[in-house]
């Protein structure tokens, strides 16, 4: 049986950007993000897909980042959220990788793994690269304005399905759909 599955950028989408996120103290969820995640779970699988250049760039290492993400899985278990799998790229744009978005390579890697339903999908984010990556799937994307969204509407590269203030509006437009 194919899945449908929503996958989530995550800085700007899920938790405010506060620029390298991988301290437990600069944690901060987006309002109404825990909420739609546990709108949108009950008819999705949930993925996140971030770029993290961080990691490439010395600001913090990979040890670093799985533990704050395991931090980050245990606080949305603790809210009743369950991500199916989080892929992360540690690489900056320089270095042309396959896995960074927009590239398709972690949602190729999802469908093939998880046996998921594509047309009925979704990818959410706030970043041109994240709408770009959802087309390039043929998944509806959603392109928020939270985060970095309001400031870089306007170089959008490829067209959104849909423009939503935040996660938590676009749970609600998802579930009416």
Not at 23 to 42: H, N, S, T, V
Request: a negative charge; aromatic letters at 10%.
């Amino acid at each position: 049986m194919h899945k449908k599955a929503v996958f989530l950028d995550r800085d700007g989408t899920i938790n405010e950007d506060v620029g390298y996120l991988y301290r437990k103290e600069d944690l901060i969820f987006i309002p109404g993000a825990i909420d739609a995640m546990k709108i949108l779970q009950e008819s999705f699988l949930l993925f996140i897909v971030t770029n993290q250049q961080g990691i490439s760039q010395g600001i913090f290492s990979e040890e670093e980042f799985l533990d704050f993400n395991k931090i980050f899985l245990e606080i949305l278990e603790k809210n009743g959220i369950r991500i199916a799998e989080v892929f992360y790229c540690p690489h900056t744009k320089e270095e042309n990788c396959r896995c960074r978005k927009p590239k398709t390579f972690f949602i190729e890697k999802a469908v093939e793994k998880y046996c998921l339903d594509i047309k009925d999908s979704y990818m959410i984010g706030d970043h041109s690269s994240d709408i770009e990556t959802g087309t390039g799937m043929d998944i509806k994307t959603i392109y928020l304005l939270s985060g970095h969204g309001r400031k870089h509407v306007g170089e959008l590269g490829a067209s959104p399905g849909h423009i939503a203030d935040d996660l938590y509006r676009a749970a609600l437009w998802i579930r009416q759909q």
